[in-house]
């Protein structure tokens, strides 16, 4: 880029290369540390931006980077990316300009926190216009890996996280952990994430506005907020902790599902390979004494009767398959 204070990640080395289609690398998987190191050497330039430490600059990245770990942010900067929308898009849709993809069980980005003054800090940075993505998805063989863990203030807009195997945005805080007060998100989206789109939790996650964000898809919750103060405008949440073709949890056990109150259905996140005559074993919130349960070969629908009594948003838990008694 020749605007001062921009800094183009493709000018350190970085290359376009992860197909949004395929959800891998279209090269070998070693571009990925390249890649991350040419994001590093931008960081670092941004961070001496001409030759004034306290100035704040750009990194700029157009294009879809397969970075081989977490790109950890110290200082102050704004990432700026070339649009953000949903990848796989449909011919007549924009598919997203600049996608980050990170490898499974890594959080994608990482902006730092410091209590002390004489020690570097993230604070007010800015993430604007990309997909933030990992190649985790739909399979996550762990819980590990958050799309953007944030320990101090931020500003995001137009940004979407897709595909980790915790939380879209992980944002703890406390004492010596993070101080976030005052964070904006503006038409940020999390989606087919592992537990939540976004997650905030701890005293020092307050008083951060939301507008016009989704929470949707993901295997938990679209918004989880334990803190005070956090006001949200126009928010969407649909789609979390239930069962979608496109959002298949892998075939072991523990598996879940989710009930509505008043009704005999239950929806199982992965197909209960039973045969006529076998019934669940339910682990954790208990089906109402007396009542049976039964479904078919190759469904996902189990039928309790009488209705089951359980309250909206409780969850059941199913243990394993076994043969009727």
């Known amino acids: ?61 157009n294009g879809h980077f397969y970075l081989g770990d977490t790109l950890e942010v110290d200082n102050g900067i704004i990432l700026q990316g070339n649009g953000a929308s949903r990848s796989l898009a449909l011919a007549t849709r924009s598919a997203s300009g600049t996608i980050l993809a990170f490898p499974p069980d890594r959080t994608g980005l990482w902006f730092h926190y410091s209590p002390s003054p004489e020690i570097e800090t993230a604070g007010y940075s800015q993430i604007h216009d990309m997909e933030i993505r990992s190649t985790a998805w739909p399979v996550f063989t762990s819980n590990t890996g958050d799309g953007i863990e944030i320990n101090c203030p931020v500003y995001m807009r137009d940004v979407h996280v897709r595909g980790f195997a915790r939380h879209g945005i992980y944002a703890p805080s406390g004492r ?16 087919d994430n592992g537990a939540d789109g976004f997650h905030f939790t701890g005293i020092d996650s307050q008083v951060c506005c939301f507008t016009g964000c989704s929470g949707f898809k993901n295997r938990r919750y679209g918004f989880y907020n334990n803190s005070f103060g956090n006001q949200f405008f126009s928010c969407h949440g649909e789609g979390n902790c239930l069962t979608h073709a496109a959002l298949q949890a892998p075939p072991q056990t523990p598996r879940t599902g989710s009930i509505m109150a008043g009704t005999n259905s239950l929806v199982v996140n992965t197909v209960a390979e039973l045969a006529p005559g076998q019934c669940l074993a339910i682990d954790g919130v208990v ?31 199913i243990a394993g398959v076994p043969k009727k008694r």
């Open 1 to 61: 880029m020749t605007l001062a204070g921009w800094y183009d990640v493709t000018d350190f080395g970085a290359t376009s290369n992860f197909d949004p289609v395929t959800g891998k690398p279209q090269d070998d998987e070693d571009d990925g540390r390249a890649n991350l190191q040419a994001f590093k050497d931008a960081l670092k330039a941004a961070k001496a931006n001409l030759g004034d430490t306290n100035k704040m600059a750009t990194v700029y990245a």
């Open 176 to 191: 010596n952990v993070g101080l976030l007060d005052g964070s904006r998100f503006d038409w940020v989206s999390c989606t």
């Open 287 to 317: 089906a109402d004494v007396g009542a049976t349960i039964s479904t078919t070969l190759n469904s996902n629908k189990v039928t309790f009767n009488p209705p089951t009594k359980l309250r909206a948003g409780q969850a059941i838990t």
